[in-house]
Nanobody, 123 residues
Framework: QVQLVESGGGLVQAGGSLRLSCVAS????????MGWFRQAPGKEREFVAA???????YYVDSVKGRFTISRDNAKNTMYLQMNSLKPEDTAVYYC?????????????????WGQGTQVTVSS
């Protein structure tokens, strides 16, 4: 398994921006599919965005055009740039690694998870 550490969460007003980072402990990161998920209070954890080792990306419809997922394999780091934030984006955001798939949006496919970082968007 790979260890993942997220950072970059915080409190921001609606319309603002944040950039989340996820640092992986292994150089094999460059071969993993990666993803961001989030869990709002009282709700199930949901898929947000995913990126393959080649850079192919998927997004949930609610963040398309506002969020951008990217990765820097030389730094073992994945990012989530979040713009035009809305109160409904408030959640704990988790990064996850999938060593077996090319890319996935399915929570069960991911083998390693970070501890999460809180994002709060005020109205």
């Amino acid at each position: 398994q790979v260890q993942l550490v997220e950072s970059g969460g915080g409190l921001v007003q609606a319309g603002g921006s944040l950039r989340l980072s996820c640092v992986a402990s292994r150089r094999a990161f460059s071969t993993y599919a990666m993803g961001w998920f989030r869990q709002a209070p009282g709700k199930e954890r949901e898929f947000v965005a995913a990126i393959s080792w080649l850079g192919t990306t998927y997004y949930v419809d609610s963040v398309k055009g506002r969020f951008t997922i990217s990765r820097d394999n030389a730094k073992n780091t994945m990012y989530l740039q979040m713009n035009s934030l809305k109160p409904e984006d408030t959640a704990v955001y988790y990064c996850a690694a999938d060593r077996d798939s090319f890319i996935s949006t399915t929570e069960a496919d991911f083998n390693s998870w970070g501890q999460g970082t809180q994002v709060t968007v005020s109205s």
